[in-house]
């Protein structure tokens, strides 16, 4: 059994700074990638940031510059620090778990937060 548990989502200023942060909570031994993605009401959700437990970084394009991911020590935990807000950062923050293992052979494909509301408005 594996949860996600997502805090620090609210409202901000544009131009201002929220910081995200995840923790994956079971009997886990390795998650090879740790991220955050976003949803908006009628769209598809999409990548913000993803870190592997190797220590590579993704991005999106929109979030290059202005925000970043954080995964100490191939852990469980990863953060979200998110900078120079925008209008268009307004979302449903998702943090997310692939590859979770429990030992050498038993896993979980993937698993997702409950999601924290972000919403940038002046």
């Known amino acids: 059994q594996v949860s996600l548990v997502e805090s620090g989502g609210g409202l901000v200023r544009p131009g201002g700074s929220l910081r995200l942060s995840c923790t994956a909570f079971?009997?886990?031994?390795?998650?090879?990638?740790m991220g955050w993605y976003r949803q908006v009401p009628g769209k598809a959700r999409e990548l913000v940031a993803s870190a592997t437990n190797s220590g590579t970084t993704n991005y999106a394009d929109f979030a290059k510059g202005r925000f970043i991911s954080s995964r100490a020590n191939a852990g469980n935990m990863v953060d979200l620090q998110m900078n120079n807000l925008e209008l268009e950062d307004t979302a449903v923050y998702y943090c997310?778990?692939?590859?979770?293992?429990?030992?050498?052979?038993?896993?979980?494909?993937?698993?997702w937060g409950q999601g924290t509301q972000v919403t940038v408005s002046s």
């Open positions: 079971g009997d886990i031994s390795k998650i090879n990638v």
């Open positions: 997310s778990a692939f590859g979770i293992y429990f030992d050498a052979v038993r896993g979980v494909r993937e698993q």
